[in-house]
C-alpha cells in the first residue's frame, strides 16, 4: 500500500520555524508530483506548495518566500521548511502525491488537494 506519514509539526511562538517532513512507502517509484496542503480552523483545505519530478516548483501567492518545499529522492522523503510563523498559520498540514504522469501539466497549488494520496497531517500550532 502505498502511504504517506508526516512528521516535524508543533508548538512554536509567533516568528519561530518548522521543518515538516513526509516519509513515502509502498511506491514502486517516485510520484511525479507532491505538495504541502493545509487546513485551518474554519477554512477548507488550501494548497501550500508543490514540486514536480521535472524540478518545476510552485508556491501559495501568500507564502511571500516563508516557506520552501524540497525532496530527497534517495531517502523518498518531502520537506517543508517554515520560517517565520504566524498564528494565521496554524492548521494541519498533509502531504499529498500524484503518480499520474498529467499532474506536470496541472498549474497552480489548488491541484494539490486533489491528489489521489494524502498523508493523515500533522499539527502546526503557532501562539501569538
Known amino acids: 500500500q502505498v502511504q504517506l506519514v508526516e512528521s516535524g509539526g508543533g508548538s512554536v511562538q509567533s516568528g519561530g520555524s518548522l521543518r515538516l517532513s513526509c516519509d513515502l512507502s509502498g511506491y514502486t517509484s517516485t510520484p511525479y508530483c507532491m505538495g504541502w496542503f493545509r487546513q485551518r480552523p474554519g477554512k477548507g483545505r488550501e494548497g501550500v506548495a508543490k514540486i514536480h519530478s521535472t524540478g518545476t516548483i510552485q508556491y501559495a501567492d501568500w507564502v511571500m518566500g516563508q516557506f520552501t518545499i524540497s525532496r530527497d529522492y534517495t531517502k523518498n522523503t518531502l520537506f517543508l521548511q517554515m520560517e517565520n510563523l504566524k498564528p494565521e498559520d496554524t492548521g494541519m498540514y498533509h502531504c499529498?502525491?500524484?503518480?499520474?504522469?498529467?499532474?506536470?501539466?496541472?498549474?497552480?497549488?489548488?491541484?494539490?488537494?486533489?491528489?489521489?494520496?494524502w498523508g493523515p497531517g500533522t499539527q502546526v500550532t503557532v501562539a501569538s
Open positions: 499529498a502525491a500524484d503518480r499520474r504522469l498529467n499532474c506536470h501539466s496541472r498549474g497552480g497549488v489548488a491541484v494539490i488537494t486533489t491528489y489521489p494520496t
